[in-house]
């Protein structure tokens, strides 16, 4: 529902649109009954997931990735479109950790008929992140630690080898070249993100969705709304940041791309009715990959992309 939105003492009042998202983009699907023979048939939820199958099965998969850029999948509802896409599927990969909180009684239902498989299911749960707002959950986000998103590669790696067993060769040979670019990406993430000074290691974003991405690559995290975008952003949380950014002297905070832009532009706002300019370092890539086609469009271009937006404004 729409979210009223008061920063007290300073006079602005905001109101979100539904929870925040963007209004979905055109999304590019190939229906998984044009697979040739042999095919094996995956259907995934986030674009990610989709990357990486694609990058493991090659021409042994016909991959259909439901959510395409902008697609907030904390919000997302399947189409009549995805269920087809999901019923004809040979297997099934979503993320899991409730990140597709409005598809759980969808996948309860499919995984009576076919494999469905959260592909962070093994992930250790101590690496886990446990927020407090998020109670008895955990945070879902994993894909911006690198290393941890190179354990749900495996688990979609060890998934298409137990459904396509003659393959068994190229998908392992595919995974150990994928792993091995997912290492250079994460060794890549410490370094560049390692020359920020330390007093602007803090990076201020819409949505809790880079909680990871900070504990991986020693940044502070702050955000507006929780852990899913289906939380409120409350006028004490607004509050509370413009005073963390301007004690701080914090210079830039960061748009998402799947998540509207108001409430970062009410706390820039925020801050300079506190005398503190603050400007907005740029969009980051959130819970959607790019557009396809473009270096975005990639799981490790989207990486990539985030932090040259972050590099450059910060450092
Ligand atoms: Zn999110």
Same mark, same amino acid.
């Given at each position: 529902?729409?979210?009223?939105?008061?920063?007290?003492?300073?006079?602005?009042?905001?109101?979100?649109?539904?929870?925040?998202?963007?209004?979905?983009?055109?999304?590019?699907?190939?229906?998984?009954?044009?697979?040739?023979?042999?095919?094996?048939?995956?259907?995934?939820?986030?674009?990610?997931?989709?990357?990486?199958?694609?990058?493991?099965?090659?021409?042994?998969?016909?991959?259909?990735?439901?959510?395409?850029?902008?697609?907030?999948?904390?919000?997302?509802?399947?189409?009549?479109?995805?269920?087809?896409?999901?019923?004809?599927?040979?297997?099934?990969?979503?993320?899991?950790?409730?990140?597709?909180?409005?598809?759980?009684?969808?996948?309860?239902?499919?995984?009576?008929?076919?494999?469905?498989?959260?592909?962070?299911?093994?992930?250790?749960?101590?690496?886990?992140?446990?927020?407090?707002?998020?109670?008895?959950?955990?945070?879902?986000?994993?894909?911006?630690?690198?290393?941890?998103?190179?354990?749900?590669?495996?688990?979609?790696?060890?998934?298409?080898?137990?459904?396509?067993?003659?393959?068994?060769?190229?998908?392992?040979?595919?995974?150990?070249?994928?792993?091995?670019?997912?290492?250079?990406?994460?060794?890549?993430?410490?370094?560049?993100?390692?020359?920020?000074?330390?007093?602007?290691?803090?990076?201020?974003?819409?949505?809790?969705?880079?909680?990871?991405?900070?504990?991986?690559?020693?940044?502070?995290?702050?955000?507006?709304?929780?852990?899913?975008?289906?939380?409120?952003? !409350?006028?004490?949380?607004?509050?509370?940041?413009?005073? &963390?950014?301007?004690? @701080? +002297?914090?210079?830039? $905070?960061? #748009?998402?791309?799947?998540?509207?832009?108001?409430?970062?532009?009410?706390?820039?706002?925020?801050?300079?009715?506190?005398?503190?300019?603050?400007?907005?370092?740029?969009?980051?890539?959130?819970?959607?990959? !790019?557009?396809?086609?473009?270096?975005?469009?990639?799981? &490790?271009?989207?990486? @990539? +992309?985030?932090?040259? $937006?972050? #590099?450059?404004?910060?450092?």
């Amino acid at each position: 529902g729409a979210g009223r939105l008061a920063v007290v003492g300073l006079g602005i009042v905001l109101t979100f649109g539904a929870s925040g998202c963007k209004e979905p983009g055109p999304t590019a699907k190939a229906s998984p009954s044009s697979a040739t023979k042999g095919q094996l048939r995956v259907t995934c939820t986030i674009g990610m997931i989709g990357d990486a199958a694609r990058n493991l099965g090659g021409e042994h998969v016909m991959v259909t990735a439901l959510m395409g850029p902008h697609i907030d999948p904390h919000l997302y509802k399947a189409t009549p479109a995805d269920h087809r896409a999901l019923l004809e599927a040979d297997l099934i990969f979503y993320n899991g950790l409730h990140l597709e909180g409005r598809m759980s009684d969808l996948f309860v239902q499919l995984a009576r008929k076919r494999p469905v498989i959260a592909v962070t299911q093994d992930i250790k749960p101590e690496l886990l992140r446990e927020p407090p707002e998020f109670e008895g959950n955990y945070d879902p986000h994993v894909w911006f630690d690198v290393s941890l998103w190179m354990s749900a590669v495996e688990t979609i790696r060890n998934s298409m080898i137990e459904h396509l067993p003659a393959h068994r060769d190229v998908l392992q040979s595919n995974g150990k070249k994928y792993l091995d670019e997912l290492a250079v990406l994460h060794a890549e993430c410490k370094t560049r993100l390692g020359i920020i000074p330390k007093e602007r290691r803090v990076l201020v974003t819409a949505h809790d969705a880079f909680g990871y991405f900070g504990r991986a690559y020693d940044l502070e995290v702050f955000a507006i709304q929780g852990i899913s975008t289906e939380s409120e952003a !409350g006028i004490k949380k607004m509050n509370d940041l413009v005073n &963390v950014l301007v004690e @701080r +002297k914090i210079g830039a $905070v960061f #748009v998402e791309s799947t998540v509207n832009p108001r409430s970062i532009e009410a706390l820039v706002q925020g801050c300079s009715g506190r005398g503190h300019p603050i400007k907005i370092g740029g969009q980051l890539y959130s819970d959607a990959m !790019g557009a396809e086609g473009t270096p975005e469009g990639t799981y &490790v271009g989207m990486v @990539r +992309k985030n932090i040259d $937006v972050i #590099v450059k404004a910060l450092q």
